[in-house]
């Protein structure tokens, strides 16, 4: 069974640092597509960032460059998003999501993503 598992979430105050994690099972990352995508209240979900498993090559949203990182370790089946510098605007929260057998050049639609973490709340407080 696939899963994905998100932790790290949790209230910080602006300018803050968060580290979230996605626990890959039941699949390895090998020649995927991971995004981490979020979803404020009264928002669409949006992405913020990728990485294609096969070479780690990136995509950041605009709101992400500069600020966060996207990192994939694929012999522990794990995929990061370091964020800092954090803003109010950034409470959200969080789904990391694969896309089986794809690649990120410029974002993923979360209409096309296979599997989806529940998700993790971040709070960034002013």
């Known amino acids: 069974e696939v899963q994905l598992v998100e932790s790290g979430g949790g209230l910080v105050q602006a300018g803050g640092s968060l580290r979230l994690s996605c626990a890959a099972s039941g699949f390895t990352l090998d020649d995927d597509a991971i995004g981490w995508f979020r979803q404020a209240p009264g928002k669409e979900r949006e992405d913020v960032a990728c990485?294609?498993?096969?070479?780690?090559?990136?995509y950041y949203d605009d709101s992400a460059v500069g600020r966060f990182t996207i990192t994939r370790d694929n012999v522990k089946n794990m995929v990061y998003l370091q964020m800092s510098g954090l803003k109010p605007e950034d409470t959200a929260v969080y789904f990391c999501?694969?896309?089986?057998?794809?690649?990120?050049?410029?974002?993923?639609?979360?209409?096309?993503?296979?599997?989806w973490g529940k998700g993790i709340l971040v709070t960034v407080s002013a």
């Open positions: 999501a694969v896309q089986r057998g794809s690649t990120c050049l410029l974002g993923l639609d979360y209409h096309d993503m296979d599997y």
């Open positions: 990485i294609n498993t096969g070479d780690a090559s990136v």
